[in-house]
């Protein structure tokens, strides 16, 4: 988490802590105060609380060459004031925010401002992110120079469900999904199964007429209607 970041660069960033600022402003729970710089893939999970200009992800962005890009917060935001899912306040030189998303079933009281919307459904689901052009991929490691990767489908125990950065992923988090078992036959049909092969069986039953001359002889046999077809 950083307190303030001016004509910088802050990339591949992801932060899990709360961050609880009761009496301060310009709280974010990556970063609080942005001016003039750049962050780009990267998420915070973690809660942001404080007086004013709190947001999920940044507190306050300022400067026109701010730039917000392929970034997401997942955590609840509070605040007495200004308040934001992604950016707690953007100044009248807006920061360019790009593909970045917040969480607003975790916010449900908030709207509007910077960023996209998003329900904790789809910030778990990975066509959110495909569609807006993310270089993300399922499970890791990377494959072709993606940066995120997200477990397909969705596993909590994994970055809360939500999407993980790749660069420190030498093997893959995801667990391994089972193959679909085979649905076993309807009992009924077994028993037709295993009645069929008793009245193949039986030696005397050798042509088509037998088999209909059994059924006109014992209509109640356990074999009637069946079988009618020469071996």
Not at 124 to 136: K, L, V
Request: charged letters at 15%; hydrophobic letters at 35%; proline letters at 7%.
């Amino acid at each position: 988490m950083v307190g303030y970041l001016e004509e910088s660069e802050l990339s591949d960033i992801s932060a899990n802590v709360d961050v609880v600022a009761p009496s301060g402003d310009k709280v974010g729970a990556l970063v609080g105060d942005v001016y003039s710089s750049t962050v780009t893939n990267s998420s915070a999970s973690g809660s942001a609380t404080g007086a004013d200009i709190v947001g999920g992800l940044i507190g306050l962005a300022s400067g026109s060459a701010s730039v917000i890009a392929n970034s997401f917060a997942a955590g609840n935001v509070t605040a007495n004031a200004q308040a934001g899912g992604l950016i707690g306040m953007a100044t009248t030189a807006p920061a360019a925010v790009t593909e970045s998303f917040w969480n607003s079933t975790a916010n449900p009281s908030l709207s509007g401002g910077t960023g996209v919307a998003k329900t904790q459904t789809q910030l778990s689901d990975i066509a959110t992110f495909t569609a807006a052009n993310w270089a993300i991929q399922q499970g890791a490691p990377a494959t072709g120079g993606t940066v995120w990767g997200t477990c397909v489908p969705t596993a909590p125990s994994v970055n809360s469900g939500y999407p993980f950065l790749q660069w420190n992923r030498t093997s893959n988090p995801c667990p391994t999904v089972p193959p679909p078992p085979v649905p076993p036959k309807p009992s009924q049909q077994l028993r037709n199964d295993r009645a069929d092969e008793e009245c193949h069986s039986e030696d005397w039953i050798h042509t088509l007429d037998e088999a209909r001359l059994r059924d006109e002889r014992w209509p109640t046999h356990r074999c009637a209607g069946k079988c009618h077809v020469a071996r």
